[in-house]
């Protein structure tokens, strides 16, 4: 009997996954969440007790998927300021890759190469010669040809908060709500791998997951997940979601650090475009400072600009590593200030050195510079585009929120060409 109700209770999550891809918007190939369309029916998920029919809407898949970007054999000499970047540092983050490379499948060569890294002395000229010797650079061009792209930055902040709710902190830090169901659609379907629903059952039916705006609107200071923890501006943890990771100053003095752990599945929206379309930014004024400021100058109308975005991110809280020890990327390693960048990880390997050639915020200055791709992001779509990890605090959230540079990469896979 108890074997009876685990399967029909798996059919049932199948048939639910199945209701929500069903009623979802067309499935775009840039979007790691299917975001499901609020305004459109939802399928009726079948009765657990025998759910013999799962729903029949047709799944909107995309008949002709754009083709994926290239990797193009290149030389050093191809590489702008190769010859003047400080090689060894980058071999330490390196070496942190390889610990995340470790337990994945990535083949002969990247063990091999990731052997060879923990024999090389941490010497400059060392280091030049071990990446000179072991790896080719590939440019990264886009299918439709362009070798050039967006990059941008973010950081780890720092925000003030409490573990209890009091009159200063208001703003719930949310875990991941036990109510919400998350399937991966590849099990379902291969041609939508890397594609994920999340919803949630009401009765005999599959809705999608709360939004923003419905989160922050549950009665009586309830919320869908247990609070982590109560922070005081709700502006500054809006951003602390948008970085995936931060710490929090308690009113003792000492710091907890937290991360990313969901989301809810819903798209990210921008509320800078909102301002920009409203006119009441510039282009130009639309960094994170200047949308800090406009929510400093209008605290009442604060909490409906941050509902334009129906995004909502899950943290766990984190062990503390030290001051000195980044926040785990992706890859599942400690990222390094200014050498690990976030990227398309369909496209670009992950732990894979990649050089970025680009230029500094706001600035014509060039930014050319071996990086590590240990992380990924919601908003880092297509090859040619990456997100600079400027570090912790004040300082690495100016160069942060002002970054949005144009940019080329190379990867550099193992092997001599």
């Not at 009442?300 to 509902?307: P, S």
């Amino acid at each position: 009997m108890q074997k009876s109700q685990c399967f029909r209770k798996k059919i049932f999550v199948i048939c639910a996954a199945l209701s929500l891809v069903a009623c979802a918007l067309p499935l775009r190939e840039d979007a790691p969440e299917v975001p499901v369309d609020t305004s459109a029916n939802v399928c009726p998920a079948p009765q657990t007790a025998s759910c013999p029919v799962c729903p029949v809407c047709p799944v909107a898949v995309s008949p002709t998927a754009p083709l994926p970007p290239r990797l193009e054999a290149a030389t050093w000499a191809d590489l702008p300021g190769w010859n003047e970047d400080t090689l060894a540092a980058a071999l330490q983050g390196f070496l942190a890759s390889c610990k995340g490379l470790s337990g994945k499948s990535h083949g002969a060569a990247w063990l091999e190469v990731c052997q060879l890294a923990k024999t090389t002395r941490g010497d400059e000229a060392s280091a030049r010669r071990f990446f000179e010797e072991n790896f080719t650079p590939h440019a990264v061009v886009e299918a439709d040809g362009r070798a050039e792209g967006m990059v941008t930055g973010y950081y780890e902040p720092l925000i003030r908060g409490s573990r209890k709710r009091d009159a200063r902190n208001q703003t719930p830090v949310l875990g991941v709500p036990d109510d919400m169901l998350t399937i991966e659609l590849g099990e379902l379907y291969p041609e939508l791998q890397h594609k994920r629903v999340r919803g949630r059952i009401v009765g005999n039916k599959v809705v999608p997951y709360w939004s923003r705006a419905e989160i922050e609107a549950q009665p009586n200071g309830k919320t869908p997940g247990k609070a982590l923890f109560w922070v005081e501006d709700p502006i500054e943890f809006f951003f602390l979601q948008t970085q995936g990771s931060g710490r929090v100053e308690l009113p003792d003095g000492s710091l907890a650090r937290i991360g990313y752990a969901d989301q809810n599945g819903h798209p990210f929206q921008s509320i800078g475009r909102v301002l920009i379309e409203r006119g009441e930014l510039k282009l130009e004024e639309a960094s994170m400072q200047g949308i800090q400021a406009w929510a400093r100058a209008h605290p009442a109308e604060l909490r409906a600009l941050l509902d334009k975005n129906p995004s909502y991110v899950f943290f766990r809280e984190l062990p503390d590593n030290g001051a000195d020890i980044g926040p785990i990327g992706a890859l599942g390693v400690p990222l390094t200030p200014e050498r690990s960048i976030a990227v398309d990880a369909r496209y670009i390997p992950l732990g894979a050195p990649v050089w970025l050639a680009t230029t500094r915020p706001n600035s014509s200055a060039p930014l050319n510079r071996l990086t590590l791709a240990q992380d990924t992001g919601g908003a880092i779509k297509g090859g040619v585009r990456a997100d600079f990890f400027w570090g912790f605090g004040k300082e690495a959230g100016q160069h942060a929120g002002r970054m949005k540079q144009r940019g080329k990469m190379w990867v550099l896979l193992p092997g001599i060409r």
